[in-house]
């Protein structure tokens, strides 16, 4: 969100609300990422909040609030060490009793960033010819360079209903082009161990969209019929639940499932 959605943000808080039943509605969202740094004890040592500079009235509450988290510490052959990562803050202002409540919505860390020049993949001709989609998303294990070594179809969603055989034959053809062009990707990590990259996993949904008589992608409304789930084979995807079932509308960013960055109690939906 740009300056003026911050500038809303900021109003909401100062002003209280109208009583119209419009105001009595509103919903205000601000995003932000950055970087956060913890002590080998857990303890948050620093962050920023890179993308966007939140009001004052915002930044004090916030400031407090990431100051007192605590983390399970991070550990290095037994030892705690110093870590750092990329994060994801989201915050909601809902009405409460004339006036706006803050809330922290979401947060995830770690994420890796896509690099430049990824490949598409390549759409199934007869699923073209017949005018299905599908999203796939995929579980990706990266290497500590960021490139993929393996890869993982964690669930995968048609944009027809079809008889459960012709389904699968379909989520086939769209796994096997998703995961052969996901081989060749490389992404940018973002979280860093005791100094250093290691091993990761991420999820990232592929989207096939299913061209009209014309030759030409819908990029309208879409409607998807959720394939079943496939599990992730490695135990280190631990956050790979949450993270595929909390993605947002039009969220086709990486999200890690393997973050090191693990809070001791769970600040989604805390009141600031």
Known sequence: MGGFGNT?????????????????????????????????????????????ELPPSI???????????????????????????????????????????????????GDPRRAHGLAPPNYPRDAAIAGVGAQVDLALKLDDK????????????????????????????????????????????TETIDGKTIESITRVPVEFVAPTRNGVGMRSWQSYVPGPISPVPWPEATGAVANVDQREPGDDAPRSMSSRFRLVDDVVGKVL
């Open 146 to 189: 960021g490139k993929v070594i393996a890869a993982h179809s964690y669930q995968t969603s048609l944009t027809q209903r079809a008889n459960d055989k012709v389904a699968r034959a379909w989520r086939r053809r769209f796994e096997q082009a998703a995961t052969e062009v996901a081989m060749q990707w490389t992404f940018d990590l």
């Open 8 to 52: 809303l943000v900021a109003l909401a808080l100062l002003v209280p609300a109208t009583s119209s039943a419009f105001e009595q509605e509103r919903r205000y969202a601000l995003y932000a990422e950055g970087e956060i740094v913890l002590n080998p004890d857990g303890t948050v040592r620093d962050y920023t909040l890179t993308s966007t």
């Open 59 to 109: 930044a004090a509450p916030v400031d407090r609030s990431v100051r007192s988290w605590r983390f399970v510490p991070v550990l290095v052959d037994g030892q705690p060490v110093v870590a750092k990562s990329h994060w994801n803050l989201h915050l909601s202002l809902e009405p409460l009793d004339g006036a706006y409540q803050m809330r922290i919505s979401k947060v995830t860390f």
